[in-house]
C-alpha cells in the first residue's frame, strides 16, 4: 500500500470517528490542539499526519494507534 493510499484510509477513519460521536472540526481541533484547517486536511487525506497528533487523536478517541492501520 502506498503512502497516499495509507494518508487516505487514516482520514476516512479520522472523519468517521468524529462523526460517530458527533463532533466537529472546530472542537476536535481544539482539545487536540491543532488548527480546524490542518484537521480538515488530515481528513481528506492532503497532509500525512505527524505520529505526535495521531497519538493525540487516538487518546481523545480513545482508540489504539493500530486502529488507523487495520
Excluded: C, W
Amino acid at each position: 500500500m502506498g503512502i497516499r493510499k495509507v494518508q487516505n484510509e487514516i482520514g476516512r477513519r479520522l472523519k468517521q470517528l468524529r462523526l460517530s460521536n458527533n463532533y466537529t472540526q472546530e472542537y476536535v481541533a481544539s482539545e487536540i490542539n491543532i488548527s480546524r484547517d490542518h484537521l480538515s486536511n488530515l481528513e481528506n487525506g492532503k497532509f500525512p499526519v505527524n505520529i505526535k497528533t495521531l497519538f493525540k487523536l487516538s487518546e481523545f478517541y480513545r482508540v489504539e494507534l493500530k486502529y488507523f492501520f487495520e
